[in-house]
């Protein structure tokens, strides 16, 4: 595939909707300077001069979806509590669609908190529940996105999993078994407690920690044989229609087993690598939806992925970075 239809399939991302189920998280920021010494334990001081919240998690990829062009709809369950109300402020920022979040009495939404001086983050607290969704939950969160599928039928679903408990083996099953049914393709950002309950998926996106801690292959190395073993054992275990292997500095490795593709990863000054597995899987979700082949889908999510890594926080990749970076790289 030459340049000028690379460029033409990104641009067919505007046409696309993408249903993105997963845990949301509020990313919340606390920046200030360190001057002295606590008197009362040997900690810094920090003197908070500033509070930023972001969007995070599941809700990070939805915005991802949304800059490269495409159109999201973000499905999840969230706490009726400051969060929970914090993150519905800045979907409509952001534009985002909230038809698929759930508010439950039940649930505490997820939220963690830096505490950074200068470019250093000093202490993270996290505040959530990580139990798997009560029965009622689940339900009411399957029925609003099958309702979804149905109204608006969409080119692709993304499961993105943080480990949070907003995915639920029997939440997967469900929708994959509707997306099949209906043709629809569905794309994996897995974590550990969910790792093989996505047989049926169109492409299963693991790093490299997830797939050694998924297949029990601590020792696992980005060569070559090494990729193509825990391909076959990932097959043996949950079929899949392509794994995307995402190798941090070593790139990214695609395969559906009859063919593969090792793509470096692109000469950068790397800044901070937070938020680049979610812009990967919207970059990768959103190629394989517009119907690039596998060494194109790893090629863009390779580009756009890398390109998040330059600036510090995390960032999005908009539909005209991507498309300066296609032109410039490639």
């Known amino acids: 595939m030459n340049k000028e239809e690379l460029l033409r399939l990104v641009s067919q991302f505007n046409q696309l909707k993408i249903l ?4 949301v998280i509020l990313d ?4 200030g300077d360190v001057s002295r010494i606590s008197p009362e334990a040997p900690v810094p001081v920090l003197d908070i001069r500033s509070k930023d919240y972001r969007l995070g998690g599941a809700a990070n990829v939805g915005l991802n979806v949304n800059k490269l062009g495409a159109s999201s709809i973000l499905c ?3 706490g009726d509590d400051d969060a929970g109300a914090s993150i519905k402020k800045l979907m409509q920022k952001e534009g985002l669609d909230s038809s698929g979040i759930v508010t439950s009495g039940a649930r505490q939404t997820s939220k963690k908190t830096r505490m950074v ?8 607290f996290d505040e959530e529940i990580t139990s798997s969704l009560s029965s009622e939950d689940e339900r009411m969160l399957l029925n609003r996105i099958i309702s979804l599928i149905d109204k608006h039928s969409p080119n692709a679903i993304i499961f993105e999993d943080y480990d949070k408990g907003c995915i639920t083996s029997q939440l997967i099953k469900s929708v994959i078994s509707k997306a099949s049914s209906l043709g629809i393709k569905v794309t994996v950002d897995p974590k550990k407690r969910n790792f093989f309950s ?7 996106k693991p790093n490299m920690k997830e797939l050694r801690e998924g297949l029990a292959l601590p020792h696992l190395t980005s060569n070559h044989n090494d990729l193509m073993s825990a391909y076959r054992l990932l097959q043996e275990k949950m079929p899949v229609g392509c794994a995307f292997f995402t190798l941090s500095a070593d790139g990214v490795f695609i395969t559906d087993g009859s063919e593969n593709h090792h793509i470096p990863a692109f000469n950068r000054t790397i800044a901070d690598v937070s938020g680049a597995g979610d812009t990967v899987i919207s970059a ?6 517009v119907g690039m082949d596998l060494r194109n889908i790893a090629t ?9 890594c330059q600036f510090p926080g995390v960032v999005s990749i908009t539909q005209n970075d991507l498309l300066e970076e296609i032109n410039k790289s490639l």
């Open 198 to 204: 996505y047989a049926g998926a169109t492409l299963f």
């Open 20 to 23: 993105v189920i997963g845990d």
């Open 117 to 124: 001086s200068g470019f250093s983050q000093l202490l993270r």
């Open 300 to 308: 863009i999510s390779n580009l756009a992925g890398g390109w998040v």
């Open 76 to 78: 999840s369950v969230i």
């Open 284 to 289: 990768a979700t959103c190629a394989l939806a």
């Open 28 to 31: 919340a920021y606390y920046k």
